[in-house]
């Protein structure tokens, strides 16, 4: 018997963030810590642990009988938007779309990288407020991130079709635009 099954209101086991952040969009798990995507922010939460920080700003882990403890927004100022259907990840890589700021987003080990950067910023910038959906997928065979900018059926037209682009992480850039749509 290990109580899984109960949720007692009595017990803090839900955890308020910051409104500013927007509503939550997706929650992936990392490690033993819960990624969540808000729609302007991107956060890890501790799970069932807490972090008291030391006088130097060190935080230092313990034990607690809550299930969520402390909430630590990445740097940067991104979020998933509100497509959470962009997040897709291999290992400890994970990638998603920022719509309101125009942004293709890698979260890995050193925190966020905005890889829509890499030679394809005012590409993003401008074909990504034209979409409907962003799909993401990851290919594991070849080592890609596969978006899928399905672009609104007003604004489609010859210039504006919707279309895939991968991003490579052997290569560190986008590599291609493929014909398929996922």
Not at 30 to 39: S, V
Not at 95 to 112: C, E, H, I, M, P
Request: proline share 3%; hydrophobic share 35%.
């Amino acid at each position: 018997i290990n109580n899984l099954n109960e949720f007692n209101m009595a017990e803090k086991i839900t955890k308020n963030l910051n409104p500013i952040y927007g509503s939550i969009q997706a929650l992936k798990t990392r490690d033993t810590n819960l990624l969540t995507f808000c729609e302007d922010k991107v956060l890890t939460v501790l799970a069932n642990k807490d972090a008291v920080y030391n006088a130097d700003g060190n935080p230092q882990l313990i034990a607690t009988n809550r299930v969520l403890g402390t909430a630590t927004p990445f740097i940067g100022d991104y979020g998933i938007s509100r497509n959470p259907e962009s997040l897709a990840w291999d290992q400890f890589r994970t990638y998603f779309t920022d719509k309101q700021r125009g942004a293709v987003l890698r979260l890995s080990n050193d925190g966020l990288t905005p890889i829509s950067e890499v030679g394809m910023s005012t590409y993003f910038r401008e074909k990504l407020k034209l979409c409907d959906h962003l799909v993401g997928t990851f290919d594991g065979v070849n080592g890609e991130y596969n978006l899928t900018l399905k672009i609104k059926p007003e604004y489609e037209n010859t210039q504006n079709r919707s279309i895939t682009a991968s991003f490579n992480e052997g290569s560190k850039g986008w590599v291609s635009f493929k014909s398929f749509i996922t």
